[in-house]
């Protein structure tokens, strides 16, 4: 059964930092693409940062590039956003999501970042 798990939210002041972890179990980690997305309250899920399975390449979304990093610990199962700067507006549930294309998609259960004024 896979699981993924994040960790590491919470309240935080503007202009500060906080790193999300996700725990993978139950998959070939290394094998698996991963990404954050997240849903502020009243909006759509949107993309915020992915890493590849391989290759590790990454890419991010216009509203987090240069404030936020995406990385990986094959070794521990573990995929990781640091998140600086922050903003109000990254207030949200960030949610861990494993792909291998063509099917098969997994999804945490989110934890909560609140970015006080």
């Known amino acids: 059964q896979v699981e993924l798990v994040e960790s590491g939210g919470g309240l935080v002041q503007a202009g500060g930092s906080l790193r999300l972890s996700c725990a993978a179990s139950g998959l070939t980690f290394s094998t698996y693409a991963m990404l954050w997305f997240r849903q502020a309250p009243g909006k759509e899920r949107e993309f915020v940062a992915t890493?590849?399975?391989?290759?590790?390449?990454?890419y991010y979304a216009d509203s987090v590039k240069g404030r936020f990093t995406i990385g990986r610990d094959n070794a521990k199962n573990t995929v990781y956003l640091q998140m600086n700067s922050l903003k109000s507006e990254d207030t949200a549930v960030y949610y861990c999501?494993?792909?291998?294309?063509?099917?098969?998609?997994?999804w945490g259960k989110g934890t909560l970042v609140t970015v006080s004024a």
């Open positions: 999501n494993a792909q291998k294309p063509p099917r098969l998609d997994y």
């Open positions: 890493i590849g399975s391989s290759d590790r390449s990454t």
